[in-house]
């Protein structure tokens, strides 16, 4: 397994964010597991810029686990700067929500995101698609090497 | 010359020449039957030029007046020289006798001449017998021009008579018609108006004729109307349409419409021709259906901002529902997941069945709220209309259906007709109908599921027929709507949506939804879909 991915997840529920986290605990991860519940906060995590000034000199591959439903910066906004943005457009970011609507899984796609996941509500499904998630993203998946960004 | 001379002096001497009576030997006889000859020839010659002058005079023929002098003339000298000739049986004037032949021969010659001059006109003189066939011919025709005369009379006193009637007829026409219908002449001066013209601007003759034409039109169209008036003088006979206001004594400004008509080269009327009519009412009714019409625009403009407004509450809704309803639910289930894996141990059997019945029910919370947005969407969906192969779909359905049971059945299917449709949505039709006759079926010995179609000339209708538990006809107006349930929860799962889905996309095709059945008889649901889907429909 990859461990020098760093997971980052976007969820601003903490209850969600909790089952999130167990889920993917569930299944043997070791990877960092970043979680930050507000919108803007994860544009600067992502970007390196105000509080997370520092965060983008750490040389590591993310994927990042988005709920779309976020206070200040939405979903949306998040992922399109993340896919407009040269030094973060190659970041795999996976759209997880409770939303079934398609004009926001259409704008999605639009926006070039790698993977649409609405959340099951039964908790049994929510962890067996997490963990499919992890075999996917973190076993079957091959990243782009590190330094060769551009 | 001298002979001549002497001829005249000695005209009345006897001396030259003896008596006849004694030239010769004549005897008493032939002396006395010269003499009586001549004697009778010169009464005769005289009486005659008597009885033509009595003629003439009578007859006055003037024409052969001088013919007959001459010829009257030319007899009595005749008569004249057999008198003398007589005479000179005793009296030898020989001269006087020479002189009197030299006359007569004279106005014989004369009378000659005057007759060969005389000669064709009296060719041309007609006979008795033509004059008389000429008079007969004469009358006839002058009978004839009579006759015409008449008839012309009679034929001119009818003409003035219809004329007559005519003119009467066109005033009368014109005097009682409903239209104004006013004269002027090129200076535009009244010179004719009718009673209706009056009436128009309630006002006398004496009243209109106190005040200008022109004053009572209102000033904004007076120019609309003298307009009309240059046009028209312009092209005559073309009548010129001009819709103003005109005064009238006690309504105030009234509508009229009408034309004016140049007839001012036609000689019998020689005017420009007014002819107007009131058309107040008509532009308040039109007034008012424009209001009318302005009004329901406006209220279809609130309305469909209404609607879009509530279209988009409801997506709001629905959005809400899908994201903010699931995540509690998920919240739930998962907490008391996690208390289940976690603290298994430490709870009592009872604790763990409560827990169970928990998480079911936050389970089938969510197979609801997913049921709904299902329903919600279908609505927003639009139909994508084509053939679609119905035996294909029902095929698939039942197979996929099979799939699904535990428990065997038995299905029997016709070659269904094929209609356009949205194949996708009827798929949800077919789907939710086998599901359920496969469900409520669920509790007899051999369910058997029956599909049958059958057409008219409008439509195509589909039936799903099942030999399950049936309902009862008095709560048939119970199975379409949302979240109604005939059924309690525990016999037969179910969200209470899929019959409602079923309505809708039917109803969204034109179609209609029913279904007949009793209890424990089993239960057949129909839908119909129109051969001609012309547009959409709403609902």
Known sequence: MNNNIEILLIEDNPHEAELAIRSLMKNNIANNIVHIDDGADALDYIMGTGKYADVQKRNVNRLILLDLNLPKVDGLEILKQVKSNEKTCMTPVVVLTSSKEEKDMIESYRLGVNSYIVKPVNFESFSEAIAELKMYWLLLNQWPPLNNKY | ?539
């Open chain 2, 1 to 539: 010359m001298n002979q001549v001379f002497e001829y005249f002096r000695k005209m009345f001497s006897t001396s030259d020449w003896p008596a006849r009576w004694h030239c010769g030997i004549w005897s008493e006889f032939e002396g006395w039957l010269y003499i009586v000859s001549d004697i009778m020839i010169w009464a005769a010659y005289f009486a005659i030029p008597f009885i033509i002058l009595r003629y003439v005079v009578r007859k006055n023929n003037a024409h052969y007046i001088k013919l007959y002098y001459l010829f009257a003339a030319f007899i009595l000298a005749c008569g004249i020289t057999h008198f003398i000739d007589a005479m000179m049986f005793w009296i030898p004037v020989y001269r006087i006798s020479s002189l009197a032949k030299f006359v007569t021969a004279i106005i014989s010659w004369v009378t000659v001449v005057a007759l060969v001059k005389f000669l064709p006109s009296a060719f041309a003189t007609r006979t008795i017998p033509e004059l008389e066939a000429e008079i007969q011919r004469r009358k006839n025709a002058e009978e004839a021009v009579r006759k015409m005369n008449e008839e012309l009379e009679q034929i001119i006193e009818e003409k003035t008579q219809e004329i007559r009637l005519t003119e009467f007829k066109f005033k009368s026409i014109i005097e009682n018609s409903a239209d104004a219908i006013s004269l002027m002449n090129g200076e535009l001066e009244g010179i004719y108006s009718n009673k209706s013209a009056y009436d128009l601007s309630g006002r006398t003759e004496e009243e209109s004729k106190a005040v200008h034409w022109s004053t009572l039109v209102h000033p904004e169209d007076i120019d609309i109307l003298k307009d009309a008036i240059a046009v028209a003088i312009k092209t005559p006979r073309k009548p010129q349409r001009a819709e103003i206001r005109l005064n009238h004594i006690h309504r105030g400004y009234i509508n009229i419409d009408g034309t004016v008509c140049n007839l001012l080269e036609n000689t019998a009327v020689h005017a420009l021709v007014f002819n107007f009519r009131d058309i107040t009412k008509i532009k308040h009714a039109e007034q008012e259906v424009r209001q009318l019409n302005e009004n329901l625009e406006k209220k279809i403009a609130e309305r469909t901002l209404q609607l879009e407004a509530a279209n988009k509450e409801l997506e709001a809704f629905s959005y809400s529902v899908s994201h903010d309803l699931r995540a509690p639910l998920r919240i739930i289930n998962g907490y008391a997941d996690m208390l289940h894996s976690d603290y298994k141990k430490e709870l009592s059997d009872e604790g763990i069945r409560q827990l169970d019945i928990i998480m079911y029910n936050t389970r089938h919370m969510g197979k609801l709220i997913d049921a709904l947005l299902n329903l919600a969407r279908m609505g927003r969906k639009e139909l994508t209309v084509q053939n679609a192969d119905m035996s294909a779909i029902v095929l698939s359905t039942i197979q996929e259906q099979i799939s699904l049971q535990t428990r065997s059945v038995t299905f029997d299917t016709d070659e269904l007709i094929a209609v356009k449709c949205d194949g996708v949505l009827i798929r949800h039709v077919w789907s939710n109908l086998i599901s359920n006759a496969i469900k409520y079926s669920s509790k007899v010995e051999n369910p058997r599921v029956t599909i049958r179609s059958t057409e008219n000339t409008d439509e195509v209708i589909y039936s799903v027929k099942d030999n399950g538990i049936g309902f009862d006809m008095k709560y048939s107006n119970k199975l379409f709507g949302v979240f109604q349930r005939l059924h309690n929860k525990a016999d037969f799962d179910g969200t209470g949506v899929g019959l409602a889905l079923v309505q809708r996309i039917v109803t969204k095709h034109g179609g209609k939804v029913w279904a007949e059945g009793a209890e424990n008889e089993g239960a057949t649901f129909y839908f119909s879909i129109p051969k001609s889907i012309q547009n959409e429909q709403q609902y």
